[in-house]
T-cell receptor, first 110, second 113 residues
Framework: SQQGEEDPQALSIQEGENATMNCSYK?????LQWYRQNSGRGLVHLIL?????REKHSGRLRVTLDTSKKSSSLLITASRAADTASYFC??????????FGKGTMLLVSP | NAGVTQTPKFRVLKTGQSMTLLCAQD?????MYWYRQDPGMGLRLIHY???????AKGEVPDGYNVSRLKKQNFLLGLESAAPSQTSVYFC????????????FGEGSRLTVL
């Protein structure tokens, strides 16, 4: 069953605004990853945050992890139309697989 | 490098027909996975392999079989396709489990009539 649950399901913003999406999960994890999926394409890895990390940055991306609340957030700053995509969190629970959430659809309008 | 390549990209089947999806990776990755993606359901793991000659069941394995005869290839088979197997199938790989990112193929869209 799905481990991560993204919120909101859909998000619509203007170019230049920040986009924040959240992921909640149920069990303890080794790490949490965020992926992007453009329409009709495969998923692309964005960033990984380990369970002993609280915040991580990569370019315009900022990820936080709160293991006490079992939640993570992905912030995209200064959004661009090219950021329009679905974003998925995926949790590594220590087995050989990742468990994906249902995703957040982000629409960035010019 | 091609990365992860899936064939075919599109296929239409009739109920009861069989087919095989091929996933090939050229990154010498040990781990390979087959996921299906359905609207509103996210990605669900069908089967995976932790190395050549090994396979294991994921969350939704019923109706599918897999084989990993060569390290670079992971085949997903449907012996008797059903309309419920209409989906987009994604193959992914990584070097070792728990070491980071999965590399995904571009997907195979299967319609079962």
């Amino acid at each position: 069953s799905q481990q991560g649950e993204e919120d909101p399901q859909a998000l619509s913003i203007q170019e230049g605004e920040n986009a924040t999406m959240n992921c909640s999960y149920k069990t303890s994890i080794n790490n949490l990853q965020w992926y992007r999926q453009n329409s009709g394409r495969g998923l692309v890895h964005l960033i990984l945050i380990r369970s002993n990390e609280r915040e991580k940055h990569s370019g315009r991306l900022r990820v936080t992890l709160d293991t006490s609340k079992k939640s993570s957030s992905l912030l995209i700053t200064a959004s661009r139309a090219a950021d329009t995509a679905s974003y998925f969190c995926a949790t590594d629970e220590g087995y050989s697989t990742l468990t994906f959430g249902k995703g957040t659809m982000l629409l960035v309008s010019p | 490098n091609a990365g992860v390549t899936q064939t075919p990209k599109f296929r239409v089947l009739k109920t009861g027909q069989s087919m095989t999806l091929l996933c090939a990776q050229d990154m010498n990755h040990e781990y390979m996975y087959w996921y299906r993606q359905d609207p509103g359901m996210g990605l669900r793991l069908i089967h995976y392999s932790v190395g050549e000659g090994t396979t294991a069941k994921g969350e939704v394995p019923d109706g599918y079989n897999v084989s990993r005869l060569k390290k670079q290839n992971f085949l997903l088979g449907l012996e008797s396709a059903a309309p419920s197997q209409t989906s987009v199938y994604f193959c992914a790989s990584n070097l070792f489990a728990n070491t980071g990112e999965l590399f995904f193929g571009e997907g195979s869209r299967l319609t079962v009539l």
